[in-house]
């Protein structure tokens, strides 16, 4: 409880210090400001930073990274946009004294009102997790509750049906879907979903009646992953291994290539390939013309720099831009290094290689294997040549600072 009454009393206190910044004036004068702004736009650059670095790895999608990105920027904007209401507007002081009595006092109270007093006992640690759930449990059981007494509130009951199905609870995820009734009927996610519960329920098998529903959500939304994913399986269950694999296919090619579901779902394709008596699918070739081939040397006076165990990368990019378009790794010890840059190293399938006829191309020997050059690292001349190229002498004699 004492621990409850500090922290309350501390987030209050901060509240009000930010609350009565303006009637104070000019007090901390203007070099705080420049100094949180200064602060900021640090933090900001190291998470876009961050963000360079992990698309640059491909540990980040393309299009995760253009979302994390514009996210990032417009909060820039916004906090740019608060400092300059700060720097223009002000507070009067009558006000501001009000605030300094009236958040405690109204705080104290509407938590004495509607809170949870007893709840400042505590809680056991690690029981935390516990409480949410037990919390979200019974937010599950009001709303069934309420839907008894309402049972035209379609809506209502399609979302029952989907916390009873993340609960874990099929049996009563199926029996609220069928009091959704035709309400989902245009709901490609939610009629997967019933169908998936119904199949659970019937021992697994998507025969019959989950079938049904992943066809009429297919109708829908022909590209729903999860009606694209069981309709394959339904397929693949009743042996129709050639139907199976055209629409796994189809779903393959609106993932990301590279992730776990990709490779999970590349290995039911070959899986139904082979029972249904179908050749492997051939693996991608890069455009033809679409590689550039060289050597990486490492200068005989950095040698003792570049331990076997260091990873040297051979890098393509745009010329004038940073940001990797094709990345080989291999171990310093197969130096000198024959190289062979092409679309199947491409950073993003959307931006490959052969997009371009120019490359600039580098080798770095790195001790971490990092994206981003670090002091220690060695480096070769960056060159521009044409795709297609043959014969890229990189010779790595440089030390990065």
Known sequence: MTAFIVAAAATVLVVLVLLLRPF????????????????????????????????????????????????????????????????????????????????????????LLIGNPAAMQGLPAGHGDIANAQEFEKMVTALAEKLEREPTNYKGWSMLARSYKAMGRPVEAQKAFERAGSFIDDDAQALASYADVVATNAGG?????????????????????????????ADF????????????EKLIAMMPPGTDDARMLEGAIADARSKGGMPAKAPAMAAAGASVKGVVELDPALKAQAGPDAIVMVIARRPGT???????????????LQFTLDDSMSMDPNSKLSSVTEIEVEARISKTGLAKPEPGDLLSQAQTVKLGANGVALRVGKVVQ
Do not use: C
Not at 69 to 75: G, P, S, Y
């Open 237 to 248: 269950e009743v042996k129709n291994y050639k139907q199976a694999v055209a629409t796994w």
């Open 24 to 111: 104070f004036g000019q007090r901390f004068g203007s070099a705080a400001e420049t100094s949180r702004a200064q602060l900021n736009a640090a933090i900001y650059r190291d998470q876009f930073a961050k963000l360079e670095q992990d698309l640059a790895e491909g540990t980040l999608r393309q299009a995760d990274y253009a979302q994390a990105k514009a996210e990032l920027q417009r909060r820039v904007l916004e906090d740019h946009r608060t400092e300059e209401r700060a720097a223009t507007v002000g507070a009067p002081r009558k006000t501001m004294i009000g605030i300094a009595f009236a958040v405690p006092l109204v705080a104290g109270a509407l938590y």
């Open 322 to 336: 940073r940001m990797p378009l094709a990345v080989l790794r291999k171990s310093a010890s197969e130096l000198p």
């Open 205 to 233: 098998t998507l025969v019959g009646k989950p079938t049904q529903l992943i066809q009429k959500a297919l109708k829908a939304d022909p590209n729903n992953p999860m009606a694209l994913w069981l309709a394959g399986t």
